[in-house]
């Protein structure tokens, strides 16, 4: 390309960007409506995070509800023993779904564990925020995933 047809060809680019972020945005009444969320309870929840050694001492006397917040497909490959499925897209409504089954638990004296593939997966964080809003405390497995399997733990 020749130097000014270059020039035209980047300044309408830059034109084309430009207008975009000025375009007039659109009117409500165009907007799709969404799916109305589910109703939080009193959100006195507290998400605090859990070694893995505290976590095996748990785990092996049965005293965790465990979540695996990863995303289903991941669940499948392998997850920690007796975990539950519980990706972070749609946990309100599980959370909503495993109420009673959350509240035995809880009235069993087992705490609720979240986990992720490792430190820097926010979905535990994510899903453990969730469980706050309804009203559960949780805590957040350091290391996630990665650090259980490195341990050399069994996995299902």
């Known amino acids: 390309m020749t130097r000014p047809l270059s020039r035209i060809v980047l300044a309408t680019i830059l034109g084309g960007i430009v207008s975009c972020a000025h375009s007039v945005p659109v009117a409500p009444a165009a907007i799709p409506l969404q799916q109305k969320k589910p109703v939080r309870m009193n959100g006195r929840g507290k998400v605090t995070s859990i070694s893995l050694t505290d976590f095996f001492t748990l785990h092996q006397s049965d005293r965790v509800i465990l979540y695996d917040a990863r995303p289903g497909y991941f669940f499948h490959l392998g997850h920690l023993p007796g975990a539950i499925s519980m990706p972070k897209i749609g946990c309100d409504m599980q959370i909503k779904a495993r109420d009673a089954e959350i509240k035995a638990g809880l009235k069993a004296k087992k705490i609720i564990v979240v986990y992720c593939t490792n430190p820097l997966c926010p979905d535990a ?32």
């Open 125 to 156: 964080r994510s899903v453990a925020i969730h469980l706050a809003d309804h009203g559960y405390s949780s805590c957040v497995l350091e290391g996630g995933w990665e650090t259980w399997k490195e341990s050399g733990l069994p996995t299902e």
